[in-house]
C-alpha cells in the first residue's frame, strides 16, 4: 500500500487510470495474442499445401507475403499495450499534462488499428474469382479468418477502453495543471520552459517507439523474407552487409541518440544535444535511403511496403519535430529550470537556492535555511 500511495498519491483518479491501462493491456495482450496464433497457423496451412500444388499464382503469393507480415504487427501491437503501460505510470510519476495528452492520441491510433487489422485479417483471400486465392480458401477450410471473433472483441475492448481513458486523463490533466502551477509558479517564462521540457521528454519516448517498431519490421524481413530466399553467397553476403548497416545505422545509433539526448537535457550538457542533432540527421538520411529503397524495389517489400513506409513517415515527422525542440531546450539550458523541475517531481534538496512566491518566511533561531517555491 505505501508503494502504491508512494507512486500514484491519495489522487482517485491516478488509481482509476493505472487500473484501467493495466485491465486494458492485459485483455488486449491476452486477445492478440489468439490472433496471432490463429493466423500462424493459416500461415503454416498455406505452406504446407504450397509445394504440393500445381497453381501457386501472384496472388496467392502476395496474400501469403501480407498475411507473414501481419504476424509483425500483431507483436507491435503487444509491445505497444506494454509501452503504454510504461508512459501512463511515468505520466503520473512525473505529472506531466503533455505526455497524457499524447496518450490520448496514441489510445485512440491503437483502437484505429484494431479496427484496420480486422480489415487487412478478412480481405487477405477475398479475391475469389482468382483461381489461386480459391485454391487456398479451399484448403484453408475452417481456418479462414477464424480469428475473426478475437479481433471483433479487440476492437470493442479498445473502444471502450479508450473513451475511459480520455475521461480520466482530462480529469488528471486538471489535477496535473493545478499542481504544476503550485509548484512552477507564476512566472511565465518559467512555465514555458518547464512545457518545453515535458514535450521534448514525450517525443523521445515516442521516437524510442516507432524507431523501435521500424527497427523490428525491418529486422523481421530479413529473417523472415530475405534469408530463406538467398541461395548463393553473393546474395547471402549482401544480406548480411545491410543487415550490418542496419543494425548500426538504425539500431545501436538511434539508441545512443536517445540516450544522449535524454541525459543532455536531465544534465542540461548542451554538447549531448548537439550530438543528438548530428546523429538525427544521420538517421533522416537512412529513413530516407530506405524509403527510396522501397519505391525502387517494391517486389522485395510485399506484404511490408504500406506499414514500413508509414511507420518511416512518422519517424521523419518526429524527427523533424524533435530536432527543433530539442534547439529551444538548449536555448532554454541556464535559466533555472533544473531547479524548478527537482521542485515540481518532488527529488529537489534543500541545497538550491528559490525564491519564494509568497515573500520570505521567518526563521527561527538555529533552524537551516530552506527555500521553496510552493
Known amino acids: 500500500m505505501w508503494i502504491v500511495t508512494r507512486i500514484f498519491g491519495d ?56 498475411a507473414r507480415s501481419l ?43 484494431s479496427i484496420i487489422q480486422y480489415y487487412q485479417s478478412s480481405n487477405l483471400f477475398s479475391n475469389t474469382s482468382d483461381p489461386g486465392i480459391s485454391l487456398a480458401v479451399s484448403f484453408l477450410g475452417d481456418s479462414l479468418h477464424a480469428s475473426s471473433w478475437a479481433e471483433i472483441t479487440q476492437i470493442c475492448l479498445m473502444i471502450i477502453s479508450s473513451i475511459i481513458f480520455i475521461f480520466l486523463a482530462y480529469k488528471l490533466y486538471l489535477e496535473f495543471g493545478w499542481h504544476i502551477y503550485k509548484k512552477i ?75 544522449l539526448a535524454y541525459w543532455g537535457l536531465r544534465r542540461e550538457c548542451k554538447w549531448h544535444l548537439y550530438i543528438f542533432i548530428a546523429l538525427s540527421t544521420a538517421s533522416m538520411a537512412y529513413f530516407i535511403y530506405v524509403l527510396v529503397q522501397i519505391s525502387r524495389e ?10 514500413l513506409t508509414f511507420f518511416l513517415c512518422v519517424d521523419m515527422v518526429l524527427l523533424l519535430v524533435t530536432v527543433p525542440v530539442s534547439m529551444i531546450c538548449v536555448r532554454n539550458f541556464n535559466h533555472g529550470l533544473i531547479n524548478h523541475i527537482s521542485h515540481a517531481t518532488g527529488t529537489a534538496t534543500s541545497s538550491h537556492s ?19 517555491i510552493e
Open 298 to 307: 517494391p517486389q522485395k517489400f510485399v506484404g511490408s511496403k504500406a506499414f
Open 354 to 372: 528559490m525564491s519564494p512566491l509568497g515573500g520570505e518566511r521567518e526563521e527561527k533561531p538555529g533552524s537551516t535555511q530552506r527555500w521553496s
Open 185 to 259: 509558479g507564476a512566472d511565465l517564462a518559467m512555465r514555458d520552459r518547464y512545457k518545453m521540457y515535458q514535450i521534448f521528454m514525450m517525443l523521445l519516448k515516442f521516437d524510442f517507439f516507432f524507431f523501435l517498431g521500424f527497427s523490428i519490421q525491418y529486422l523481421a524481413l530479413f529473417v523472415v523474407a530475405w534469408w530463406p530466399e538467398a541461395y548463393t553467397k553473393e546474395q547471402t553476403t549482401e544480406l548480411i552487409n545491410k543487415l550490418i548497416e542496419h543494425i548500426i545505422l538504425s539500431c545501436f545509433v538511434t539508441i545512443l541518440m536517445l540516450l
Open 71 to 113: 504476424l509483425v504487427y500483431f507483436t507491435l501491437f503487444i509491445i505497444a499495450q506494454i509501452f503504454t503501460v510504461i508512459l501512463v505510470i511515468d505520466a503520473v510519476c512525473q505529472k506531466n499534462t503533455i505526455e497524457l495528452i499524447a496518450l490520448v492520441a496514441f489510445e485512440v491510433g491503437m483502437s484505429a488499428y
Open 11 to 66: 489522487s482517485q483518479w491516478t488509481r482509476a487510470i493505472f487500473i484501467n491501462i493495466v485491465i486494458q493491456a492485459c485483455l488486449a495482450i491476452i486477445f492478440e495474442a489468439a490472433i496471432f496464433s490463429y493466423h500462424a497457423n493459416t500461415i503454416d496451412t498455406i505452406n504446407l499445401h504450397r509445394f504440393n500444388e500445381d497453381y501457386y499464382g501472384p496472388s496467392l503469393l502476395t496474400a501469403y507475403a501480407n
